[in-house]
């Protein structure tokens, strides 16, 4: 399924940059980062799973904002980019 | 499921934190664990143990091809799917003269039931020679012949000259983008039976000699006139792949990194394409229909069904 993910780590405590630096490395290791603070990719239904519980250990959930799309599979959309930037989320190196 | 991921270009590929990172010096990429099913390294890059060890957590097998595209050989982590009671029926397959030749015929009709889709030639003395064969020989023999006229006919539709099949090295672009396809398809399969019970080195018509993964040869006969001779024909009808797209000696030809990057781009969408499949009452990849023919031999090895090769060109879009 095709899962877009963002965040909003709250950094004006000190606490918030390790969150955010480790909310980074974690989404990395299952999605593609396209934007500051947006990932892209395709998982299966248990890798989401995964990737949920994993950044929900991260994050704080009074302060920090995380949300997920998910697309399923048969659904129809069209992603385009405007700017000329390669696309980040290439399979092809 | 996952992404395959293809690395053209050349630097180094290596463990950061828990991902793979890629770098060289424009580019810096970090590639999502979780989402790589396989990687095909077409190019030469620096690496070491760490990821490997990465890689071996993960169950991905990553294939290497040097710096002219020849494929030099996989990574293939230590098994995870491992069934001892199917290598010993492999094994008997093998044994029994009637079970390794019934096999080995399959693979020869599957390679000319698919071949007949992409060249429009008449197969039926093939396929009649075929089942008069008593022994491996003559069937390698029957696929030569009908080999040929396959060759002529890709000189007709392209309108490049082919002359002969010369490897080792390719002589001119048909032969190198042959070898280059044939090749992909051999390290596809392989990646492919890394996810079953079966084991890679027992095969029926190729000899199982040491070093080398035969069962994925065997395999790749049904796959090779789609996944290469079908998809060279459309790159080079559409003129997605000219004459630029190589580098061509006195003494050998082969595709330089533009035109693999084309060939590799094309084949990842092949592969992503999808069919009906009727069995299944549901669309499936090609890189699936690769797995399902695997199991297909799994049930015949163990007595559930017989094997008999998959008609691509039957299958409705």
Known sequence: ?93 | MGEVYYITTSGTLRRDENTILFENQDIKKKIPIENVSELFIVTEVSTNTKFFSLLSEYDIVAHFFNYYGYYIGSFYPRESKLSGHLIIKQVEHYLDKEQKLYLAKSFVIGSIINSEGIYKIDTKEHLEALKQASNTQEIMQVEGNFKKLCYKALEELTGWDFEARTKRPPQNPLNALISFGNSLVYAKVLGEIYHTPLNSTVSYLHEPSEKRHSLSLDMAEVFKPILSEGLIIELLKSKAITEKDFLEEAEYCYLNAEGRKKFLRAFDDLLKSTVYHPKLKRNVSLKTLIRLELYKLVKHLTGEEYYLPVNYHSLKR
């Open chain 1, 1 to 93: 399924m095709r899962i877009i993910l963002f965040y909003d780590i709250d950094t004006t405590e000190k606490k918030g940059q390790r969150r955010l630096q480790k909310a980074l490395k974690t989404a990395r290791k299952y999605l593609t980062h396209v934007q500051k603070s947006v990932f892209e990719g395709n998982l299966t239904a248990s890798g989401i799973e995964r990737l949920k519980n994993e950044m929900l250990k991260v994050v704080d959930k009074e302060k920090d904002s995380l949300i997920i799309y998910i697309l399923e599979d048969t659904t129809n959309y069209k992603r385009e980019i405007l700017t000329n930037i390669k696309d980040p989320t290439d399979n092809l190196i």
